[in-house]
Structure formats: C-alpha cells, structure tokens
C-alpha cells in the first residue's frame, strides 16, 4: 500500500517560514519524481515545485520561486518543502504527490498525500 504523509503545517505571520515534509511508503522512492501541489478554499489546485528522481532537476511555480526549495533525502523517503518569507496568499492545503516522471508532476499524479494546512497572517 503506497502512502505519502504530509506534516509540518501550521499557523505562521507573513514573512515567516515552514518546512513542509512528506514520508512516503510503499513505492521505490529513490526512483520517483516528487512534487508538492496546493489548494485554497474556492480554488483549484495548483503546481507548486517538482524534484526528479535524482535531484538533478527541479521547477517551481512561479508564485513561490524565489522563497521556496523543495529537497528529498532517498534514505529517509522523505521529500521536503521549504518555504520562506510566506505571504497570506500562501494559504493553503499542500499536498505532495509522486509520480514515475517529472514531466507529468507538473500537472498530475500516480500517488497523492492527504494534505496539510498552511494558514499564513498577515
């Protein structure tokens, strides 16, 4: 059973900082692209970063570029997302996902987590 569990949300000021994390389970980690998506109420989801299977290759949204990294560590199967200097239009669930190709995580994904809040004041 392939799991992915997010944590590291949480209330934060504008101009603060979060570091998101997703455990993933179930799946040869090291050998998939991974990426983190968010949700406000009343919208539709929406890229956020994507890192392939090597580390060799990112992208990021460019409404966080700039203030955020995303990162994994193949030991841990675990990806990451860093975020700095968050604005209240950062509020969000963020979901992170995995998917055998980078190319289609910017859009889609084979695996998805539950989501975390991330509320942003300003």
């Known amino acids: 059973q392939v799991q992915l569990v997010e944590s590291g949300g949480g209330l934060v000021q504008a101009g603060g900082s979060l570091r998101l994390s997703c455990a993933v389970s179930?799946?040869?980690?090291?050998?998939?692209?991974v990426g983190w998506f968010r949700q406000a109420p009343g919208k539709e989801r929406e890229f956020v970063a994507l890192?392939?299977?090597?580390?060799?290759?990112?992208d990021y949204a460019d409404s966080v570029k700039g203030r955020s990294t995303i990162s994994r560590d193949n030991r841990k199967n675990t990806m990451y997302l860093q975020m700095n200097r968050l604005k209240p239009t950062d509020t969000a669930v963020y979901y992170c996902?995995?998917?055998?190709?980078?190319?289609?995580?910017?859009?889609?994904?084979?695996?998805w987590g539950q989501g975390t809040q991330v509320t942003v004041s300003s």
């Open positions: 179930g799946i040869t980690f090291s050998t998939y692209a």
């Open positions: 890192l392939n299977w090597s580390g060799a290759i990112t």
């Open positions: 996902a995995a998917d055998r190709s980078h190319l289609r995580l910017r859009a889609d994904a084979d695996y």
